[in-house]
T-cell receptor, first 108, second 115 residues
Framework: GEDVEQSLFLSVREGDSSVINCTYT??????LYWYKQEPGAGLQLLTY?????DMKQDQRLTVLLNKKDKHLSLRIADTQTGDSAIYFC????????FGAGTRLAVHP | DAMVIQNPRYQVTQFGKPVTLSCSQT?????MYWYQQKSSQAPKLLFH???????NEADTPDNFQSRRPNTSFCFLDIRSPGLGDAAMYLC??????????????FGPGTRLTVL
C-alpha cells in the first residue's frame, strides 16, 4: 500500500544546514513534493521534483531523489529561525499521500 | 494576494450540532479538495470536486458532505460533529486532475473545536 515516512523531529543551529529525509513506497509516483506548515497555518508548497530527476535546487533549497531506494531529501542551507515549521513530504499516486511531517526547530 | 481562502479560521461547535466550513478560490481552478488534519498527523483527503463531479474517498464517513455551487466556492458540511471530528480542515485547489500531478494550493485551514 501507499506509505510515506519521515522522522518526526529535527533540531539544528541557526546558520547550519538542515536535511529532512523521507521514504515512499510507490515507485510509479510522478511527482514528489515538499510542503511547509507554520503553526496554525495551512500548507505552503515549497518545491517539487519530477520523478525522472535526481536533484533540484531552488535558492536555499536542494531536493535529492534516489528512486532506487525510494528516498527523498530536502536540504535547507543557512537555516534561519523563520524556517522553524513542520515539513511534509508527499507523493502523488492517484492522490497526494503525505507523511506525518518533520518538525524542524532552529535554535541560536 | 490570497488565492485560497477559508472561513472561518476557527470554528467552535457543540457535539451533534451541524457545522459548515467555507472555502473560496481566486485561481479559477477546476479541482477543489477537502482534507482533515488531526494533531501531529498527515493531512487526509476526504473528497474532491472536479468541476461539479464529486469524488468521495472510500473511508470518508457519511457524516461529512460537500457542496460546490460554483467554480469559486466549496463547502464542507459536518452533519453531526463528534469529538473525534475536532481537527484542522484544509481546502486545496489544483488546475487539473491528471493523476493528481497538478500542484495543489492550500488555504490556511479552519480549526474546528467540538465541545
Amino acid at each position: 500500500g501507499e506509505d510515506v515516512e519521515q522522522s518526526l523531529f529535527l533540531s539544528v543551529r541557526e546558520g547550519d544546514s538542515s536535511v529532512i529525509n523521507c521514504t515512499y513506497t510507490d515507485s510509479s509516483s510522478t511527482y514528489l513534493y515538499w510542503y511547509k506548515q507554520e503553526p496554525g497555518a495551512g500548507l505552503q508548497l515549497l518545491t517539487y521534483i519530477f520523478s525522472n530527476m535526481d536533484m533540484k535546487q531552488d535558492q536555499r533549497l536542494t531536493v535529492l531523489l534516489n528512486k532506487k531506494d525510494k528516498h527523498l531529501s530536502l536540504r535547507i542551507a543557512d537555516t534561519q529561525t523563520g524556517d522553524s515549521a513542520i515539513y511534509f513530504c508527499a507523493e502523488s499516486f492517484n492522490k497526494l499521500i503525505f507523511g506525518a511531517g518533520t518538525r524542524l526547530a532552529v535554535h541560536p | 494576494d490570497a488565492m485560497v481562502i477559508q472561513n472561518p479560521r476557527y470554528q467552535v461547535t457543540q457535539f451533534g450540532k451541524p457545522v459548515t466550513l467555507s472555502c473560496s478560490q481566486t485561481l479559477n481552478h477546476n479541482v477543489m479538495y477537502w482534507y482533515q488534519q488531526k494533531s501531529s498527523q498527515a493531512p487526509k483527503l476526504l473528497f474532491h470536486y472536479y468541476d461539479k463531479d464529486f469524488n468521495n474517498e472510500a473511508d470518508t464517513p457519511d457524516n461529512f458532505q460537500s457542496r460546490r455551487p460554483n467554480t469559486s466556492f466549496c463547502f464542507l458540511d459536518i452533519r453531526s460533529p463528534g469529538l473525534g471530528d475536532a481537527a484542522m480542515y484544509l481546502c486545496a485547489t489544483s488546475r487539473e486532475l491528471t493523476d493528481y500531478t497538478d500542484t495543489q494550493y492550500f488555504g490556511p485551514g479552519t480549526r474546528l473545536t467540538v465541545l
